[in-house]
């Protein structure tokens, strides 16, 4: 698995983050939450901090100054095109025929009309994302969560995710067909900036919504993948 630690901070330390933030979720109280890892859950938690302030944010800072909005946009449609390519297949093992069917839509108007996914003309005919991943297939087919994880640099997972990240990274075509190597980082790295300056501003909004950091994105990380897993309609939690 060639670039797995840049292309899963991409997907879990950025745009998972940065929806989990948006949905502003908040476990019930009652809710159970497995985190017998949560010591060390922390510390690893507070070194992805420190390394995001002293490295990815001022780095994506610099993107977003530098790089033409309109550029910026087509390298994001380029990587969500790959994105949904994943995300047929998902809901193709999970037998969801009308979002395959999107997804297969998208990647081959996408891919052709839009020249190679730059722009994102079936998202402007109104064809919208699903979204799925391997952890979601895993879920849907039974597998449970397992415990909460805080993965370094990659950032808040579980152990069933973190399966769906490991599949992910090793099936990536930028990971097995872009050679030579020194291309293959290079296109995760700008993928992981990317994704990154995407989150640009929702610190604020996380530091202003709880009193403890870890506690509101774990929270709303489980809430949030709970729901997708589920498809909006997960199951109520026993008192």
Known sequence: MKANFTNHRARFGAALFAAAVASGAALPAHAQVSDPLEPVNRAIFRFNDVVDRAVLRPVAEGYVKVVPTLVRRGVTNVFGNISDAFSAVNNLLQGKREPLGNDLGRVLVNSTFGLGGIFDIAGEGGVEKSGEDFGQTLGYWGLGPGPYLVLPILGPSDVRDAVGV????????????????????????????????????????????????????????????????????PPKDED
């Not at 030579?180 to 996380?206: Q, S, Y």
């Open 166 to 233: 490991g599949v992910h990274g090793y099936f990536d075509p930028i990971n097995r067909y872009v050679e030579p190597d020194g291309a293959m980082w290079g296109l995760n790295v700008l993928r992981a900036v990317d994704a990154r300056a995407a989150l640009l501003g929702t610190e604020d909004l996380v530091s202003g919504a709880a009193l403890d950091k870890y506690t509101f994105i774990r929270s709303a990380y489980l809430q949030r993948r709970k729901n997708l897993v589920y498809d909006g309609k």
